[in-house]
């Protein structure tokens, strides 16, 4: 089997580019504003964007329906190339047990489930798609939600509560926290970035 080629598939562009994927969407203006902060903060960088193939690959991957708002942001803009860690300033509610936290994580954005134990505890319990993990642990992931595909917020979550959830027979889902309104916001609130390899 042929290992699927992302770089193949990835439109990469200056500030200047993003900008114009930015204005030319059809994105609610409200979204066109948070991502176009978020180019402005990091105007040096090179931005990226996904087309259709790499949305469809997430999806046969992990075997999800992605919904149709995540495939029109992430195809207008994805994040910044080569991949980064992030980290916010804040988050919007206050719910999550994380929230005190923001200042210690740092959140790699990465698609799908790891392994099929991590699936059926995401997928068939939670009803969550994982988008990005707290680097090198697993007390906070950020997911969207499956379970109402138009709910376009993005959620915190601990993988280790859920479990506790499930053991305990309590609702899996009682353990998701909203965040952030949309995907467009998380990137507004986006404070700083660094390499991968500097976490190491």
């Given at each position: 089997m042929t290992k699927f080629d992302h770089e193949q598939h990835l439109i990469k562009g200056d500030a200047d580019a993003a900008r114009s994927w930015i204005q030319s969407s059809a994105l609610p203006e409200d979204q066109k504003a948070d991502l176009l902060q978020f180019v402005a903060n990091f105007s040096s960088l090179t931005f990226v964007k996904e087309d259709d193939a790499i949305l469809d690959h997430y999806a046969e991957t992990d075997r999800v329906a992605l919904p149709a708002w995540l495939r029109?942001?992430?195809?207008?803009?994805?994040?910044?190339?080569?991949?980064?860690?992030?980290?916010?300033?804040?988050?919007?509610?206050?719910n999550s047990p994380r929230s005190d936290d923001v200042d210690d994580i740092w959140y790699q954005l990465r698609f799908g489930y790891h392994g099929e134990e991590q699936r059926t505890l995401f997928f068939e319990d939670a009803k969550i798609y994982r988008i990005g993990v707290w680097w090198g642990t697993d007390e906070s992931y950020l997911g969207v939600d499956l379970h109402a595909p138009g709910d376009q917020r993005i959620f915190d979550f601990s993988g280790a509560d859920l479990r506790d959830n499930k053991l305990a027979r309590r609702p899996v889902r009682g353990s998701l926290y909203p965040v952030f309104e949309s995907y467009a916001q998380l990137l507004a609130h986006v404070a700083e970035v660094q390499p991968l390899d500097a976490a190491l």
């Amino acid at each position: 089997m042929t290992k699927f080629d992302h770089e193949q598939h990835l439109i990469k562009g200056d500030a200047d580019a993003a900008r114009s994927w930015i204005q030319s969407s059809a994105l609610p203006e409200d979204q066109k504003a948070d991502l176009l902060q978020f180019v402005a903060n990091f105007s040096s960088l090179t931005f990226v964007k996904e087309d259709d193939a790499i949305l469809d690959h997430y999806a046969e991957t992990d075997r999800v329906a992605l919904p149709a708002w995540l495939r029109e942001v992430r195809s207008t803009l994805a994040f910044v190339d080569p991949p980064m860690l992030l980290q916010v300033d804040d988050f919007q509610w206050y719910n999550s047990p994380r929230s005190d936290d923001v200042d210690d994580i740092w959140y790699q954005l990465r698609f799908g489930y790891h392994g099929e134990e991590q699936r059926t505890l995401f997928f068939e319990d939670a009803k969550i798609y994982r988008i990005g993990v707290w680097w090198g642990t697993d007390e906070s992931y950020l997911g969207v939600d499956l379970h109402a595909p138009g709910d376009q917020r993005i959620f915190d979550f601990s993988g280790a509560d859920l479990r506790d959830n499930k053991l305990a027979r309590r609702p899996v889902r009682g353990s998701l926290y909203p965040v952030f309104e949309s995907y467009a916001q998380l990137l507004a609130h986006v404070a700083e970035v660094q390499p991968l390899d500097a976490a190491l």
